[in-house]
């Protein structure tokens, strides 16, 4: 019989239960106790829907209140002195290395936060150093297992894998120079070997051990490290079914093949052309096979035939008491559920899953590929494939104005009329900036009043012109502000935008909105990703209203605000049938005729903002080229249609840029603006190894908290970028955009930007 497995569930609940406890419990309304039984309420919806849906392998240990990693670093003491010291309750610890602390006499930072391999998931990034001191402090997976089990659900408890969390963690401040976390697995070993004995103890048969670095090309070099840990693992522990996901095994599995585990999991959505070599290599082992056919990284009905298929190959070669059907990865990707959607219609529901459905997907794949009878399951079998012909026919109605343009875009499309130099002259007498112009990122404090009122809207309370009216006051407010305190290339301030990709997507043709499909970005931070359906294009002007309606306030320049196509792409559940590069294209061209219409309305400076850029690079190396390539052909194709006294911009943040600064140079835009404050500034590193050669305006302060930066700090920051940077090229601004801020810290930021600026002016003269 083949049994069936979901890795991992969404831990934020049907209705974002989990956000809305922990927020209640960081604002002290709600106890820890009321907080704990919160999430005991959400496990149990988990568990007892996947158990409802005929799940065999139902996980436990994978929810979280704020980041699954940080629970494994919370778990295994893996814990920086800063946060131990001021004697919080080991759970306010927690919360304090996910977000910081700023309460009680305690003042401590946030640990570093970073995307969750291609994903935008960001994980708490664990610290070692040669003094950490490894220890059970509780062992989750067995207390979730046996609340599993009280419950009456057997479970099969997940944990991230040693080396694993060790590869994804950094060394701490303490550590001394050459420490690598990988040094440690031996220390850590121990403690791995406790929690699995008590999970055996407790009556786990099974328990899923992640190792999602085994898709790097990183962990080709750890095949010595991975036989000696598992080795010492397996023979204490419950059968461990090893789990890898996002992408592809390649040469490591020559060694993962070896290891002796029970069970291996690997990703057939994302590459399905694994199987053969896995099987392969495992068919003279005794491990079972997990099958992970059903996308955890996308919402799109699982097409059965083409699982089956690939469930039919893996019997042949094992048998079916060795092959288990999977989700790819964890669920945490996916929204909860589709019954929560009552606004799409039942052709756009018949397409898609979510967590819930993608349960059942797996557990009816089970079933067939088993041979079962039951009438059930050849009911489900045929409206399965009804459904999956239905949208085939719906993708063979492409747009064909749209397939023809991009199939004629040439390489001229992707170039501006002449080289940055030229333009930088056209531009300097064009825009008429001063040396080390000052400007923002484009958003601006997004205040109760402005959230009030587009939720007016939408229920009807305000009429469309009530509603652009209070816009156009609050851009007049923030162009005010500006000329005030003396920025020099000025923003609308983004107040009609409620997401900066869902306002695109909502006026482009080609994508759908849910309603409740909710997704986690961090801790309590969920996004409700759009979806893209079908060919896209533009109907008509995105933004030119509002950015005219503020260029008509203002003697100085307006800049234009746009977000790019390869961030819309990469914070959007993208279309299965085309390619990805498709459907930046498409989006490319849509932007450019923004672009050319903001131009033309008397735009003389216009950001395109490409933040997402560095998280869609695949995960090997050899994939990189491919992916850069038609990225930055796609910025290009938006943004090179402008003449050359048009200044584009672009935006880049919170990720590590440095491995891609070469690209980041051939978008060709003439100014980029890049967060580097956050980062220490390391980014000065790459104009150091690199150089770049158009204007550029490095962050010169963290927007994330309310801390105003004093001028002198500004003024260091400054002095510092002169070194790499060429006086000329440098641009002053924030590290990101203003909405998340408030308006006193705002003001009292810019004023001393504004400051360091004019003292950067005489000083460097
Ligand atoms: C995540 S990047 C944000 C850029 C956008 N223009 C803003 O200022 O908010
Ligand atoms: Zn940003």
């Not at 005030?484 to 909502?506: A, I, S, T």
């Not at 927007?703 to 060429?726: C, G, L, N």
Request: aromatic share 10%; charged share 25%.
């Amino acid at each position: 019989m083949v049994f069936s497995s979901v890795l991992g569930f969404p831990r934020i609940g049907a209705n974002r239960e989990v956000k809305k406890a922990v927020e209640a419990y960081w604002a002290g309304k709600i106890t820890a106790d009321e907080l704990k039984k919160a999430a005991s309420e959400t496990k149990k919806y988990n568990w007892s829907n996947l158990k409802a849906k005929n799940v065999d392998f139902i996980p436990s240990g994978d929810f979280t209140l704020y980041d699954h990693v940080l629970d494994h670093s919370a778990a295994f003491n893996v814990i920086p002195e800063r946060y131990t010291k001021s004697k919080l309750s080991d759970l306010d610890i927690y919360f304090a290395m996910g977000r910081g602390r700023q309460a009680d006499g305690v003042d401590v930072p946030a640990s570093e936060m970073k995307k969750w391999f291609d994903s935008n998931y960001h994980y708490v990034v664990p610290e070692f150093s040669e003094k950490t001191k490894f220890e059970l402090k509780f062992n989750k997976a067995v207390e979730e297992f046996k609340e599993a089990k009280a419950e009456g659900i057997n479970t099969r408890p997940v944990i991230l894998g040693p080396i694993s969390f060790l590869v994804l963690g950094k060394a701490d401040k303490e550590a001394s120079s050459g420490f690598e976390p990988i040094n440690r697995l031996n220390d850590l070993l121990p403690v791995y070997v406790q929690l699995l004995k008590e999970l055996k103890d407790a009556g786990a048969e099974w328990v899923q051990i992640d190792e999602p670095i085994l898709v790097m090309d990183s962990a080709a070099g750890l095949a010595k490290q991975y036989a000696s840990a598992y080795s010492q693992l397996a023979a204490v522990s419950p059968k461990i079914v090893l789990a890898t996901y996002y992408g592809r095994l390649d040469s490591n599995l020559d060694f993962v093949a070896k290891l002796p585990v029970a069970g291996l999991h690997i990703d057939l959505d994302r590459e399905p052309k694994q199987l053969e070599p896995t099987l392969a290599a495992i068919k003279s082992t005794n491990i079972v096979l997990s099958l992970g056919v059903v996308s955890g990284r996308n919402v799109w009905k699982n097409d059965f035939l083409a699982s089956i298929k690939l469930g039919q190959k893996a019997i042949e070669e094992l048998g079916q008491q060795r092959v288990i059907v999977a989700t790819s990865s964890s669920l945490l990707h996916i929204p909860v559920t589709l019954a929560s959607e009552k606004k799409l219609t039942a052709e756009q529901k018949d397409w898609f899953s979510f967590a819930l459905e993608k349960a059942e997907e797996v557990a009816i794949l089970a079933a067939v590929l088993s041979g079962s009878q039951d009438a059930n399951v050849a009911a489900a079998l045929e409206a399965n494939k009804k459904s999956i012909d239905a949208r085939r026919k719906f993708e063979s109605t492409s747009d064909d104005a749209v397939r023809k343009r991009v199939a004629a875009t040439t390489d001229a499309d992707l170039h501006r009329k002449n080289l940055f130099p030229k333009r930088w002259e056209a531009q300097k007498s064009h825009l008429d900036l001063p040396k080390f112009p000052t400007t923002t990122i484009g958003s601006f404090p997004q205040t109760k009043e402005i959230r009030a009122a587009r939720l007016k809207l939408g229920k009807g309370e305000l009429t469309q012109q009530e509603y652009d009216d209070f816009i156009k006051k609050e851009i007049e407010l923030v162009v005010r502000f500006q000329e005030k305190v003396g920025l020099d290339l000025l923003v609308h301030g983004e107040p009609e935008r409620n997401d900066m990709v869902q306002y695109f997507g909502e006026q482009l043709n080609g994508f759908v909105f849910t309603q409740n499909a909710w997704v986690q970005s961090y801790g309590s931070r969920y996004v409700r990703p759009p979806i893209i359906v079908s060919d896209v294009s533009r109907p008509g002007p995105m933004t030119v209203k509002w950015t005219s309606y503020a260029q008509s306030l203002t003697k100085k320049p307006m800049k234009g605000m746009l977000t790019g196509p390869v961030t819309i792409l990469n914070w959007s559940f993208p279309r299965a049938d085309i390619s990805k590069e498709m459907q930046s294209k498409q989006l490319a061209l849509a932007l450019r005729d923004e672009v050319i219409d903001l131009e033309k309305a008397g735009i003389h400076a216009i950001q395109v903002d490409e933040p997402a850029i560095r998280e869609g690079l695949p995960l090997r190396r050899v994939d990189w080229d491919a992916y850069l390539t038609w990225a930055v052909d796609s910025f290009k194709l938006a943004t090179a249609g402008v003449k050359d006294e048009t200044q584009t911009h672009s935006h880049f943040c919170y990720s590590d840029f440095n491995d891609i600064f070469p690209s980041i140079q051939r978008l060709d835009a003439d100014v980029i603006s890049i967060e580097a404050s956050k980062s220490d500034m390391k980014l000065l590193k790459a104009f150091n190894e690199f150089g770049y050669s158009n204007e550029i305006g490095p962050g010169v302060y963290d927007i994330h908290s309310p801390r105003v930066p004093s001028e002198q700090e500004i003024k260091d920051r400054i002095a510092e970028m002169i070194k790499p940077i060429p006086g000329h090229l440098l641009f002053i601004n924030p590290d990101c955009g203003l909405k998340t801020r408030g308006w006193k810290e705002t003001e009292a930021a810019l004023a001393n930007v504004v400051a360091a600026a004019r003292w950067a002016r005489q000083t460097y003269a």
